[in-house]
């Protein structure tokens, strides 16, 4: 019983140790809840995460990026047509952990994510 409490405990404790990382850094978010994160995947009324995205995207319209957290990992969604630009071209070598929603990146945290936020 005490076990299994313990381990239930770090378990919500891994999954929701980086969802104030947005706020820390004063950037537009969607909070994230346990154990999901900012949408509830689980939900039987939407078929895939991109419809999560689209909604993120209209209700954030207008900033150049938003926060959001897939299971326990913080991602940033550039909006901005001109900072995305500025990020793919001119700025390309200083973001190399770009990723087109591939499950490796997500499940491993990035291997250059910083925990010092």
Known sequence: MVATSASSLLF?????????KFEKLGIPYE?????????????PDVTHMYEHLADLHKKHAGK???GWFLFGQPVLNIQ?????RQ???????????????????????????????
């Open 12 to 20: 919500y404790a891994y999954i929701t140790k980086k969802f104030n």
């Open 31 to 43: 909070k994230g809840h346990f154990p999901c994160g900012s949408f509830n995947l689980l939900r």
């Open 64 to 66: 150049k990026y938003t």
């Open 80 to 84: 901005d047509p001109e900072l995305l």
């Open 87 to 117: 990020i793919m071209v001119k700025d390309f070598n200083s973001f190399v952990e770009r990723t087109g929603y591939d499950s490796t990146v997500f499940q491993d945290g990035g291997r250059l994510d910083h925990d010092d936020c």
